[in-house]
């Protein structure tokens, strides 16, 4: 359980920093498929921290490919909620990242499927 909690702050840590470094190397293509991308991008991340993490850390097990696409559908619907969700009268709260919520939602998924 402690591996588990150790892997979820290292995943929050890199994917955080490490979106940026990523996401400059890619092209705007307009704020969907923008948010998309990140979303991608955070889930790849997600689960590369957990593999080298199942390899570092005692009794973290190696994340599979099924690991991968539902942290990439976490992303997506964390990134569908911060897109869609103003168009239906909802705002999320002034203090919410709207980034974190895609990066929560690749970590959910990450964690469903481990």
């Given at each position: 359980?402690?591996?588990?909690?150790?892997?979820?702050?290292?995943?929050?840590?890199?994917?955080?920093?490490?979106?940026?470094?990523?996401?400059?190397?890619?092209?705007?293509l307009g704020a969907l498929i923008d948010a998309a991308?990140?979303?991608?991008?955070?889930?790849?991340?997600?689960?590369?921290?957990?593999?080298?993490?199942?390899?570092?850390?005692?009794?973290?097990?190696?994340?599979?490919?099924?690991?991968?696409?539902?942290?990439?559908?976490?992303?997506?619907?964390?990134?569908?909620?911060?897109?869609?969700?103003?168009?239906?009268?909802?705002?999320?709260?002034?203090?919410?990242?709207?980034?974190?919520?895609?990066?929560g939602g690749a970590i959910l998924g990450y964690l469903l499927r481990r």
């Open positions: 359980m402690l591996g588990y909690l150790v892997l979820v702050v290292l995943q929050i840590i890199v994917a955080w920093f490490g979106k940026d470094q990523i996401a400059a190397h890619i092209p705007n991308v990140e979303a991608a991008i955070y889930a790849v991340i997600v689960w590369i921290v957990g593999v080298i993490g199942s390899f570092v850390l005692k009794d973290v097990r190696m994340p599979h490919s099924s690991t991968l696409v539902s942290a990439l559908i976490g992303a997506l619907i964390g990134a569908a909620i911060v897109m869609f969700l103003p168009q239906f009268g909802v705002s999320l709260p002034a203090g919410i990242n709207r980034e974190f919520i895609p990066l």
